[in-house]
């Protein structure tokens, strides 16, 4: 049995009194939170607030985005190890903004992966299709690519210590979800793909629905089989949208 994960991506929003205020109402929520893990990613120059705002309760944290590269001559990027040291345990890799917006490639997303775990955080990857992509029929050819591109650096096996998140691109920030039915037939099509190259990780790999989730469909959405919870963007701006969201 997969264990369900609730995770907020804040993405470029907060300030340091508004964190304060969500990151405790989350807190004082939790005991409402029954065999849900649920964790925040906070954009990178909180992360250390939160990590102490975090301390004693079990609420995990995460960043946005982390560098491919170890250490060195690379402004502006954040490596996996200086996230480890300020206290999170996840990171998101390859969230279709940083691929649409910043020109990220599936090979960096790969790399990414890779560094992320080599410091023991657990890379949550985002992969999802355009919508153009879905009316042409291309929905499985570009997750399946975009799979490829860390299987093919990492190994299959290296997915049983990551999380996947599936992000239609057309359902973020749009109001407009996928259905359980056509979330669930995606995320069948990636547990089935990983398990034709090892049925033991394909079993155990977490596998998120993205895409304007809220306390109204979220039920519906996580009640369906090979969805194991979800990555949150608007909804997990307030604790009272984000808790309705984890107690689905
Ligand atoms: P929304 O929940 O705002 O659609 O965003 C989803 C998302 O991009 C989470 O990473």
Redesign the pocket.
């Given at each position: 049995m997969r264990q369900t994960l609730v995770a907020g991506?804040w993405?470029l929003n907060g300030s340091k009194e508004s964190i304060q205020t969500l990151v405790k109402g989350i807190a004082d929520g939790m005991s409402d939170v029954d065999g849900t893990a649920v964790a925040v990613c906070p954009p990178y120059v909180y992360i250390s607030m939160v990590a102490d705002l975090l301390d004693g309760t079990e609420i995990g944290l995460g960043a946005q985005d982390v560098a491919d590269q170890e250490t060195g001559a690379y402004t502006g990027e954040v490596s996996a190890a200086m996230l480890k040291e300020v206290g999170c345990q996840y990171t998101?890799v390859g969230?279709?903004?940083r691929r649409s917006i910043y020109g990220e490639q599936d090979a960096d997303t790969a790399a990414k992966f890779a560094a992320a775990q080599k410091e023991g955080l657990t890379p949550i990857l985002?992969i999802g299709e355009l919508l153009e992509e879905r009316e042409s029929g291309d929905t499985e050819n570009v997750v399946a690519r975009q799979l490829d591109a860390v299987i093919e650096l990492s190994g299959v096996e290296a997915l049983a210590d990551s999380v996947i998140?599936y992000?239609p691109v057309w359902?973020?920030?749009?109001?407009k979800t996928a259905s359980p039915q056509q979330a669930q037939d995606v995320h069948a099509f990636i547990r089935s793909k990983i398990a034709g190259l090892n049925a033991d990780v394909a079993a155990k790999v977490q596998i998120l629905y993205?895409?304007?989730?809220?306390g109204g469909n979220a039920a519906e959405l996580f009640a369906m089989e090979d969805i194991d919870g979800g990555?949150?963007?608007?909804?997990?701006l307030t604790s009272e949208a984000f808790l309705a969201i984890c107690t689905a």
């Amino acid at each position: 049995m997969r264990q369900t994960l609730v995770a907020g991506n804040w993405k470029l929003n907060g300030s340091k009194e508004s964190i304060q205020t969500l990151v405790k109402g989350i807190a004082d929520g939790m005991s409402d939170v029954d065999g849900t893990a649920v964790a925040v990613c906070p954009p990178y120059v909180y992360i250390s607030m939160v990590a102490d705002l975090l301390d004693g309760t079990e609420i995990g944290l995460g960043a946005q985005d982390v560098a491919d590269q170890e250490t060195g001559a690379y402004t502006g990027e954040v490596s996996a190890a200086m996230l480890k040291e300020v206290g999170c345990q996840y990171t998101l890799v390859g969230h279709s903004e940083r691929r649409s917006i910043y020109g990220e490639q599936d090979a960096d997303t790969a790399a990414k992966f890779a560094a992320a775990q080599k410091e023991g955080l657990t890379p949550i990857l985002c992969i999802g299709e355009l919508l153009e992509e879905r009316e042409s029929g291309d929905t499985e050819n570009v997750v399946a690519r975009q799979l490829d591109a860390v299987i093919e650096l990492s190994g299959v096996e290296a997915l049983a210590d990551s999380v996947i998140a599936y992000e239609p691109v057309w359902a973020i920030g749009t109001g407009k979800t996928a259905s359980p039915q056509q979330a669930q037939d995606v995320h069948a099509f990636i547990r089935s793909k990983i398990a034709g190259l090892n049925a033991d990780v394909a079993a155990k790999v977490q596998i998120l629905y993205g895409g304007s989730v809220n306390g109204g469909n979220a039920a519906e959405l996580f009640a369906m089989e090979d969805i194991d919870g979800g990555l949150i963007g608007g909804a997990s701006l307030t604790s009272e949208a984000f808790l309705a969201i984890c107690t689905a």
